[in-house]
């Protein structure tokens, strides 16, 4: 009988200590077996975070401590405009500004989804899956878009911004419907950053089709003579050509193409109303 309580006790106290080992193992980040326990985003923050400039401070930065943890808290404590890639910088404020917009509505729509996915596919090639990771966790965050709107006006070009603005109307259309929601936060953004009234309005007529898309697209009047309008093209061609976005990459140039053609196209479809050869 005395064997038996024996060798009960020692059965409690090896189970005891097998416990004990298991939560100091799950406390260490480890599992029971040893292997490393993953951590949620930091795979996402490793990648991104030693690029990142100006984005790794206020807002932007902020956003992305909540997401990704520590690394970016301890970065967002000091100045703005570190040394970084602009390409860093403008690819992590088009995923904050995208989570933005998808959420205005109250809804993450699959179709919207689909849009981001199919652009990162085409444009970043190997890193989108990365990209996609990134915009599920900032997803789940609040977003100030003031702030953050105003923080991208400040530290990126013009050209930069008109951009983000095309790409943002994209996300917008991306179930072939405007919701009255995401086009009034458009609006705001495009306000924040200082993107002036023609140049929004412009962009909006690429995908808000109306009689007088094509003349809005060149920001011009309706009403203008032919050398206006083929003066006009030319100046839009400057402004949207895909060389002006070069400097942050050849992903966003290639990206920028699409809005070069849509000035291209409107030309061509004013020319071919009123017979300009």
């Known amino acids: 009988m005395r064997i038996l309580v024996i060798i009960v006790f020692i059965i409690l106290i090896v189970a005891i200590i ?5 939560n100091k193992s799950k406390s260490k980040g480890t599992k029971p077996d040893g292997e490393p326990k993953p951590k949620n985003g930091n795979g996402y923050a490793k990648w991104i975070g030693g690029g990142l400039g100006w984005a790794f401070g206020g807002p932007i930065g902020g956003i992305l401590g909540f997401a990704f943890g520590k690394m970016f808290e301890d970065m967002n404590q000091g100045p703005l405009g570190q040394k970084g890639s602009m390409q860093a910088d403008f690819n992590v404020s088009l995923l904050v500004l995208t989570a933005a917009v ?9 179709s919207e989804l689909d849009y981001v996915k199919a652009f990162y596919v085409r444009n970043f090639g190997q890193h989108a899956e990365q990209y996609i990771g990134m915009l599920r ?4 965050q609040e977003i100030n878009v003031r702030e953050v709107s105003m923080q991208v006006g400040q530290y990126m070009d013009y050209s930069s911004k008109l951009q983000i603005l095309h790409y943002l109307f994209g996300i917008s259309k991306a179930d072939d419907h405007f919701h009255h929601d995401e086009v009034d936060l458009i609006t705001r953004i495009a306000g924040f950053m200082g993107i002036n009234a023609t140049d929004f309005a412009s962009i909006k007529a690429m995908f808000v ?16 003579s032919d050398e206006e309008i083929k003066k006009a093209y030319r100046e839009m061609a400057v402004k949207y050509h895909p060389d002006k976005v070069s ?4 992903d966003i140039r290639k ?19 009123r017979g300009i050869r």
Request: avoid cysteine.
């Open 102 to 110: 998808m959420k205005a509505d109250g809804t993450v729509k699959k």
């Open 137 to 140: 966790e900032i997803l789940k």
């Open 247 to 250: 400097h942050i990459g050849d």
């Open 255 to 273: 990206a920028a193409e699409e809005k070069f053609q849509e000035v291209s196209s409107a030309y061509e479809q004013i020319k071919k109303q």
């Open 209 to 224: 089709k109306e009689v007088d898309s094509a003349y809005k697209i060149l920001e011009i009047d309706s009403n203008a």
């Open 18 to 22: 097998r416990q004990f080992i298991d």
